[in-house]
């Protein structure tokens, strides 16, 4: 039996702890999952913030004015053209080519005005319109291999951001005030790429500790010029969203380990209660011999005609069978009101006892075994009575004084003393014996308990303090004890007057 106990403990416990493995490992990919999802979208967001700052520059230089450049002798125009070839070959591969042309105008010279003057906003408006018509001699022209391109859009579109980044350049201070914005806190630098970078790539850190995103973004193709933006991420900030998984899964994960526990616990009760279940049928048998072998002898006695001649002998083998019976009787009572689930429903018979007197008849019942040294003090005073079941009475003394005898050295020294006061009294019965641990101290009223050191040292059922705590309370009172390991006991008992 023990080994299967022990066994479907071990089997258990390998359950919880697999089942909290499979758990946190669903946890966790669970958490990757929903980072996933956040850094994705925080990419989008990162992403939406380079398009609008791109925009933004973009804008910049939308009017002819802005165009306008100063030289040393004259205010000239900047106008860039827009080429794009595209050569198609015998395979599908096509070659385009992204070509951009300056051209360089003096704005006074086609206005036919002094130069040096200042221009108004309608004549560099009328500059622009002219200098578009006499695109003829270029100032300068740069040629890009856009084939990388995945159509005929996306090159036209790389072109114009060469010139956008002419006019006006890329920083780290513009696209960081977008994304603060937005409030991503960001690490932004601009570097040049070995070759044409055409695509937005997005690198995921999961790490459960400092998970985080890097974002490379071309914002000039041609140049090979991209910012790499790199976002740290909190991962408190991804828990919330999760709020729902953990705790279904704290719910359903406390069930069942709950549930294991309260299996483990059952099984353990029903163990213990077959443990005690054999050692009371043990101990009753042991308890009942005693009297019952008395009572044999006895009977034997009484059958030898001889033997009953003689009138000591006759009154001798009276008393121990009188004596067999009562025994047997009180241990009856004794079985019979610790059954009980009630106080109430313990029979009293009321009525006036002299304490003293009857912890005398206490006294003089007790048998101190052979080899032991017992000394009772009765510090009773004579005049202290009170309303009490007088065979109840002495069973709960009777219990004290023989466990302070069966529990002690090779001598003890047992003090009764009692004392009146506000319509109840006050009863201590202490003693000098091996006393009672603390781990022991608040189990010792239980029913069937059993210190430790007891149950090896003497033989019993762990009934004789959880009767004696029954009969107290039956009476209306309370008891309560003090002990010191090694040094003695004393059980104090208040009972109303």
């Excluded at 859009?153 to 603060?180: H, K, M, Y």
């Excluded at 006695?301 to 004596?323: A, C, I, S």
Aim: proline content about 3%; glycine content about 6%.
């Amino acid at each position: 039996m023990e080994k299967r106990i022990k066994t479907l403990y071990i089997i258990t416990i390998i359950a919880i702890l697999a089942f909290l493995g499979m758990q946190i490992y669903w946890l966790h990919t669970r958490y990757e999952i929903s980072l996933k999802e956040y850094e994705q979208e925080l990419g989008e967001r990162i992403v939406k913030c380079v398009d609008d700052y791109n925009s933004i520059r973009e804008h910049a230089n939308a009017h002819p004015n802005d165009t306008l450049k100063p030289d040393k002798k004259d205010i000239v125009f900047n106008i860039p053209r827009f080429q794009l070839h595209q050569i198609y070959g015998d395979t599908v591969e096509t070659k385009r080519t992204a070509t951009i042309t300056t051209y360089l105008f003096s704005a006074h010279e086609l206005l036919g005005i002094e130069p040096g003057s200042p221009l108004s906003d309608e004549q560099k408006m009328k500059a622009a319109e002219l200098a578009q018509e006499r695109m003829i001699a270029p100032a300068d022209s740069v040629v890009f291999d856009a084939s990388g391109a995945r159509d005929e859009n996306e090159a036209w579109r790389a072109t114009r951001n060469v010139q956008i980044e002419r006019d006006c350049p890329f920083t780290e201070e513009g696209i960081d005030s977008v994304l603060n914005k937005s409030e991503i806190k960001t690490k932004i630098s601009l570097t040049l790429a070995d070759s044409m970078v055409w695509e937005t790539s997005k690198v995921y850190d999961l790490s459960l500790f400092r998970p985080g995103l890097s974002v490379v973004l071309p914002y000039s193709q041609l140049e090979g010029r991209i910012v790499t933006i790199d976002s740290g991420i909190n991962p408190f900030e991804v828990f919330p969203g999760m709020w729902k998984t953990f705790t279904a899964s704290f719910i359903v994960s406390g069930f069942l380990i709950v549930c294991l526990v309260l299996q483990i616990s059952t099984v353990r009760k029903l163990s213990r209660l077959d443990k005690m279940r054999n050692s009371f049928i043990t101990t009753m048998i042991h308890e009942l011999k005693r009297p019952i072998s008395t009572l044999k002898m006895c009977v034997s006695g009484v059958e030898n005609e001889q033997m009953m001649e003689d009138r000591e002998v006759k009154k001798e083998l009276m008393t121990e069978t009188r004596n067999a019976l009562d025994n047997l009787s009180a241990y009856f009572s004794k079985l019979r009101d610790i059954t009980f689930n009630n106080v109430e429903q313990i029979p009293l018979n009321l009525q006036n006892v002299s304490l003293k007197k009857l912890f005398d008849s206490v006294v003089s019942a007790t048998i101190a075994p052979a080899g032991k040294t017992v000394i009772i003090n009765n510090k009773i005073d004579e005049d202290i009575e009170i309303s009490a079941d007088r065979s109840h009475l002495h069973n709960i003394l009777n219990n004290l004084v023989e466990n302070a005898v069966k529990y002690s050295g090779d001598s003890v020294e047992i003090n009764a003393a009692a004392e009146e006061r506000e319509g109840v009294v006050e009863l201590k019965i202490s003693d000098t014996g091996n006393g009672i641990s603390s781990a022991d101290l608040r189990h010792i009223f239980k029913r069937f308990y059993r210190g430790k050191a007891s149950s090896e040292e003497q033989p019993g059922m762990g009934l004789g303090l959880a009767y004696v705590k029954l009969l107290v309370e039956a009476h209306g009172g309370e008891i309560t004890v003090d002990s010191n390991e090694g040094k003695g006991t004393c059980f104090t008992i208040i009972l109303p007057q």
